[in-house]
């Protein structure tokens, strides 16, 4: 079924003076448009009538509002004035009892519930989905009935009307892609500049600018990819997609720095293949683990225990892009720093690759050109200087000079602590205000038709909940105690809602026979709904059908009711939701409930419960893999104290900047467990395993090593996201927000917290003083062979 939707608002619309007549006149001719609208197919136009929902009487269903209205006219028009309209139930001429609630909206009445004015009015249209060539019919009926509001609207100013059929939530959602474009491609110029900076400096034959770009060509490579093989396999794009560029950025950013930076720590007088062994060897097997520990969460999160298809295909995408992230960094980035790697042993320049020249060839060259060509010759420094000719980096000088002396200091220590307590302090308080998200306007684009519609509903329609259908759908014994005593018996604990047993005590008074006129079965019926306090309304419509004898049978019967909890109050419907749905699944009698607003409380519902469920088990899952994997158990106990902290922190830090737990929020979640791991568990691996010499000492080696990394891809990642800020889209808003605070409070712990934290709590750090033997000395003979372009290439012969 297929329905669709508008809302109708302005000045009060008045039911005691004359004035409103000219709003209903107004809303007279809405419907008469719109009940007009011509599909035209080869052959045939369809209307209306054609496509809508039939009543018993073969006339199309409309909203009750309308024959409301339509009486409410007629009586003033003959003078009337013994009908009114009363809230939320109005008695028409012919003794039907008609629901309005969920119909007019921003209500004033007078006494005994008589309506005296309302700011809205919401009309609802419903189409039957029986066949492709209906679907397809109805579907342009939609679009033609948006044209239609929208050309009413420009007529009468004076009303705003917000159209909103069954497909819009689907075109909005997918909205969020097309308007990022543009800045999803700010967002890579800005990465590509960043990253080519982070990898320059000024010696221009250690500079490595090209590896920064081609670091971005690797993971671009591996996205692609993924999106390839997704559409291949028949996969459904969705906007959750614009999340797997920045999954790729955080992981495979700092996979191919921490290759640099490991390519800095080797000797120059090596071979390149012997660096580029050395390279592989520090730093392919954090990233290797690492790795695997993204396949496995997402892995969990693309498998069928995630019952969300949004978040599945995300999952999916994610897992086939880091595999191929992992492989093209083994083969395509590994191959490009082997590249630069016989650049820079041949002294060519980093960019341009030809010839350095020695600097006397220089002296008589301009100032920008001797700038551009500064480069430091093996030959020209002495043993202790060519161990720092990296040192010119800028990231790498600031880290060894200043930083890992500054953030060790004993008088900065205790401001770092305060400042985490502080940290902890408001964490906690937006961690106390934890809401769940169920508004529809988090996953669209802004100025989309579905926003402006839920923005009205809200303000408008939420004093009650949407009418709830309650369908029976198969032929059974009405009358059979046995059958009554067995559904029953799935019923029994739910105390809140009673208007299941409110039925069936209906049934069991009733003594049904095979002749049982529909107005007695009704009314009973209606009465014994009614008399349940969580119900304000009800209305039934049953099927029956004559057997070979004239006998008569209930094949299927259909109650639509509306509970007494505003839609405002989201614990109370998501109880009404999930009791419904236990119901349906666990009783013998199969009975369906539906609500168009079930779907979306539906996909929040389990958009929370299902990622949580996975993500608990995949942490439960890389804690017993890594403890066979680590060296020391205590960098699990470390690393999971670190992920604990800053999920803690996220979440009440996401709270605080309004930001609920939804389908997107808690993704990033979860990528946030991952992406703690990856920046924060080299650190402590190097500071756990190292022996010998102090904390302190130790806290500073490992922000020496692994630093430089963290903060090129931190610096990266942060310029990437900044254009997500002004996407004209709530989820993209989600998705800064969020990605943000996950990459600053890593940060905060990998630069702060853990330096100062770890220079006075375990593990300890003993001396061990090793005696000296005379006789134990190791002699080393060189070899060196010097070719005629100053490549040199050092054969160590060692005997102990």
């Avoid at 002749?515 to 079965?521: A, D, E, T």
Wanted: glycine content about 4%; aromatic content about 14%; some cysteine.
């Amino acid at each position: 079924m297929k329905t669709q939707t508008h809302e109708t608002e302005g000045t009060a619309f008045n039911f005691i003076y004359p004035s409103f007549s000219s709003y209903i006149q107004r809303l007279s001719l809405l419907h008469a448009a719109v009940t007009r609208i011509q599909v035209p197919r080869p052959g045939f136009n369809y209307t209306f009538a054609h496509i809508c929902i039939l009543n018993n009487d073969k006339t199309c269903i409309v909203d009750d509002i309308v024959h409301v209205l339509e009486e409410l006219k007629n009586a003033r028009a003959t003078n009337r004035t013994n009908f009114a309209i009363t809230y939320p139930i109005t008695h028409l001429k012919d003794g039907r009892a008609v629901y309005n609630g969920h119909q007019l909206g921003g209500v004033t009445v007078h006494s005994k519930d008589r309506v005296k004015s309302a700011e809205a009015v919401q009309l609802t249209y419903y189409l039957q989905s029986i066949n492709s060539l209906n679907d397809m019919v109805a579907e342009r009926w939609e679009s033609s009935f948006c044209d239609t509001v929208r050309l009413f609207q420009k007529s009468n100013g004076k009303v705003k009307m917000y159209p909103y059929t069954s497909s819009s939530l689907r075109e909005d959602f997918q909205k969020t892609s097309h308007v990022s474009e543009r800045y999803l491609v700010t967002s890579l110029i800005l990465v590509a500049t960043m990253a080519i900076l982070c990898c320059s400096m000024q010696d221009c034959v250690r500079s490595k600018p090209w590896l920064g770009l081609l670091g971005l060509v690797t993971i671009s490579l591996a996205t692609l990819t993924a999106a390839g093989i997704i559409n291949l396999t028949g996969g459904k794009y969705n906007s959750t997609f614009l999340g797997v560029p920045f999954v790729m950025l955080g992981h495979g950013l700092y996979g191919t720095f921490e290759m640099l930076s490991s390519w800095r720590k080797t000797r120059e007088d090596q071979h390149v293949k012997e660096r580029t062994a050395a390279v592989y060897a520090d730093s392919m097997l954090s990233f290797s683990l690492t790795t695997a520990m993204y396949l496995v969460t997402f892995g969990i999160g693309a498998s069928p225990f995630t019952n969300i298809e949004a978040a599945r295909i995300f999952c999916c995408n994610s897992c086939i892009a880091i595999f191929f992230n992992y492989l093209y960094v083994l083969s395509f980035y590994g191959s490009s720093l082997v590249f630069t790697g016989y650049i820079e042993n041949n002294y060519q320049h980093s960019i341009f690759c030809r010839k350095v020249p020695k600097p006397e060839a220089l002296q008589e060259k301009p100032a920008w050109y001797r700038f551009l060509l500064t480069a430091r010759f093996s030959e020209d420094t002495t043993d202790g200087e060519e161990a720092n000719t990296y040192e010119s980096h800028l990231l790498v000088c600031f880290l060894k000079r200043y930083y890992c002396d500054w953030i060790t200091n004993t008088y900065v220590k205790p401001f770092v602590v305060l400042f985490y307590l502080i940290y902890i302090s408001f964490a906690l308080m937006g961690y106390l205000q934890v809401s769940e998200g169920s508004d529809l306007s988090n996953i669209v684009a802004t100025a989309t038709q579905t926003i402006e519609y839920t923005t009205a509903q809200q303000k408008y329609f939420s004093n009650y909940s949407p009418v709830i259908g309650f369908y029976i759908y198969e032929s059974i014994e009405y009358w059979n105690t046995s059958v009554q005593e067995d559904v029953l018996e799935y019923t029994k604990g739910f105390v809140r809602i009673s208007w299941f047993e409110s039925y069936l005590n209906y049934l069991r008074k009733l003594n049904v026979t095979t002749g049982l006129p529909k107005k007695n079965f009704t009314d009973m019926l209606r009465n014994s709904f009614l008399k349940a306090p969580q119900f304000s309304h009800f209305q039934e419509d049953i099927i029956f059908s004559k057997k070979y004898n004239d006998e008569v049978d209930v094949v299927a019967s259909r109650m639509f009711l509306v509970a007494k909890t505003m839609e405002t109050n989201r614990e109370e419907l998501y109880d009404l939701l999930e009791t419904l749905r236990r119901l349906s699944v666990t009783s013998k009698v199969k009975f369906i409930v539906f609500n168009p607003s079930f779907v979306y409380m539906d996909r929040y519902a389990s958009s929370l419960g299902a990622p949580l469920h996975n993500s608990c088990i995949s942490a439960l899952f890389l804690l017993f893999f890594s403890a066979f994997l680590v060296a020391d158990s205590l960098i699990n106990v470390w690393l999971t104290l670190t992920v604990v902290s800053v999920e803690f922190g996220v979440i009440g830090f996401m709270t605080l900047w309004k930001v609920e737990l939804d389908c997107i929020s808690v993704l990033c979640l979860i990528y946030g467990i991952n992406y703690t791991i990856d920046n924060c568990a080299p650190l402590l691996s190097t500071f756990v395993l190292g022996k010998d010499f102090t904390r302190t000492k130790w806290v500073k080696n490992a922000l020496e090593v692994h630093g430089v990394a963290i903060l090129q891809s931190y610096l990266c990642y942060l310029v990437g996201l900044i254009p997500l800020a002004a996407v004209p889209s709530n989820l993209t808003c989600t998705l800064f927000r969020c990605l943000f605070l996950i990459a600053f409070v890593t940060f905060f712990h990998c630069f702060a917290i853990l330096p100062v934290i770890l220079t006075f709590l375990p593990p300890s750090k003993k001396k061990r003083k090793e005696k000296k033997n005379p006789e134990n000395r190791e002699e080393i003979e060189c070899v060196e062979m010097v070719d005629i372009d100053s490549t040199r290439v050092v054969d160590q012969i060692t005997t102990v």
